[in-house]
């Protein structure tokens, strides 16, 4: 079977099974910033925007995406030109293995997207479907932070 | 991949949707928000009926009811205004413990309500509100969550049965309420979880309702507890007294990630929390 989706500001026509999951069909489409950690959403390192929700992509039927927008961390900057979000994470050292990272931005942006001037609590409730096991949180806190300013200040 | 899987459809409509089912004969599973049913595939699955688009994301508010839609997602229900106000803010705060923000974004109103697990958050708040189900099948019915959950809802559905929106009546001016979920941490599934509705007129209890999740392995209404409370004044004792009561009134099933000694005392503990907050505090 077929279906349509709109990857990062792009229509694609992709074929898939029945049983496929949207995270699998994502990373075999080239979206490889998408990562598979646990499989059972819990870790949040596969998240993507669903027509702008933020979501697990490993608990999504490919098939029951079709006709939907998604944004991944590749859609919002690139390494020439990184989304504020992106910098943020960099500047504030909020990155190690980076295996979480594109998650993490994800999350962030869907909540500064609904909130752009979050509290530290509303960041850690922003966040709360994403695990790090390397860099710890006070940094991906600041990161959020700090692109929260930067887009108040601009 | 799910390699069980063979089948997938979207149907236009209720009815389309309950003849998908019904060709399937057990075989083809309802997907809702995806969070269980692709995790937990049962084996003799082969294929999903997706209720995605049968316009059942809605929340609508009529005639003092309050009505649900059953694709609507957890994290809609917490961003509604009107079903943030409702009942002192109950659902609210039984939805913002739900999971994660990712998690939620998925989850459906539906899915959490049939899908119910020992530590599920929803249906305890549901349950000590004036809830009725609405369930699209072979026939239509409006059920009371409360005969709905005598048994596990999924064995109490058929497999072409759906459930459509979810309708609670507003309990009305006067009425406080309490939701304590107790996990490790606020993402983690509830250890244990209380939902208590009160109203107090003049120092007096004329109403209340007491549920529980994660005690057994289905929430329930603690009729009991509410009987030893309704129509009495309040007071620190009348607390007292129904938090000694709770854990006599109350039996606890085994639960791997608790003792049976701290399940009882957690019982006891969220119990005069829960009280306290609903019954001492007016404002
Ligand atoms: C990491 C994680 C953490 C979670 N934490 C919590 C938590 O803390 N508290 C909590 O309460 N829940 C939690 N959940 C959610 C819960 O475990 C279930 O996954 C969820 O409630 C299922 O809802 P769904 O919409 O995804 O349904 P699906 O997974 O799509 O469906 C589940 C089952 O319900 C049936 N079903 C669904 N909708 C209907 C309907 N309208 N009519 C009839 N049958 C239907 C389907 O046939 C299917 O068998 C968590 C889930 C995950 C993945
Ligand atoms: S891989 Fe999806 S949440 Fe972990
Ligand atoms: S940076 Fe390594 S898991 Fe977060």
């Not at chain 1, 997207?113 to 994403?130: A, F, M, Q, V």
């Not at chain 2, 209720?14 to 928000?33: M, Q």
């Amino acid at each position: 079977m077929h279906i349509h989706l709109t990857i990062n500001g792009q229509k694609k026509r992709i074929e898939v099974r029945p049983g496929d999951i949207l995270l699998d069909v994502l990373r075999k489409e080239g979206y490889q910033s998408i990562k598979k950690g646990c499989g059972l959403g819990e870790c949040g390192a596969c998240a993507v925007l669903l027509d702008n929700r933020p979501v697990n992509s490993c608990l999504v039927l490919a098939a029951d995406a079709d006709g939907s927008e998604i944004t991944t961390a590749e859609g919002l900057g690139t390494p020439d030109k990184p989304h504020f979000l992106q910098e943020a994470f960099v500047k504030a050292g909020a990155v190690q293995c980076g295996y979480c990272t594109p998650g993490m931005i994800i999350s962030a942006k869907a909540l500064l997207d609904r909130n752009p001037r979050p509290s530290t609590e509303e960041i850690k409730k922003g966040l709360d479907g994403n695990y790090c096991r390397c860099t710890g949180y006070v940094k991906i806190i600041d990161a959020v932070r700090q692109a929260a300013l930067k887009l108040k200040r601009s | 991949m799910l390699t069980n899987i063979k089948y997938y459809s979207c149907p236009q409509s209720i009815n389309e949707a309950v003849r998908e089912l019904t060709k399937g004969r057990g075989r083809y599973s309802i997907l809702a928000g995806g969070t269980s049913s692709l995790i937990h595939t049962h084996p003799r699955c082969l294929g999903f009926v997706s209720l995605k688009d049968l316009g059942l994301g809605y929340i609508r508010q009529a005639k003092g009811m309050l009505r649900i839609g059953a694709m609507t997602r957890i994290q809609e229900i917490l961003e509604d205004k009107r079903a943030g106000r409702l009942a002192g803010g109950l659902l609210y705060k039984a939805c913002s413990c739900l999971g994660s923000t990712l998690n939620r974004s998925l989850i459906t109103a539906g899915g959490n309500m049939t899908q119910i697990f020992r530590w599920s958050d929803f249906p305890v708040a549901l349950l000590v509100l004036d809830t009725k189900i609405t369930v699209a099948g072979p026939s239509r019915m409006t059920v009371p969550l409360i005969d709905l959950l005598k048994k596990h809802p999924k064995t109490k559905l058929k497999y072409n049965q759906i459930i459509t929106e979810i309708g609670i009546r507003d309990p009305g001016k006067g009425y406080r309420s309490e939701f304590i979920k107790f996990s490790r941490t606020n993402f983690d599934l509830a250890i244990l979880s209380i939902a208590v509705l009160a109203c107090v007129n003049q120092g007096r209890c004329t109403d209340i309702r007491i549920a529980y999740g994660a005690v057994q392995p289905l929430c329930f209404r603690a009729y009991g507890l509410e009987e030893l409370i309704k129509g009495q004044r309040i007071s620190e004792e009348l607390i007292q007294k129904a938090g000694e009561e709770s854990t006599r009134l109350i039996s606890c099933s085994r639960d791997l990630r608790v003792s049976p000694e701290y399940q009882r005392s957690l019982l006891k503990t969220l119990t005069l929390r829960a009280l306290k907050k609903v019954l001492l505090n007016p404002k």
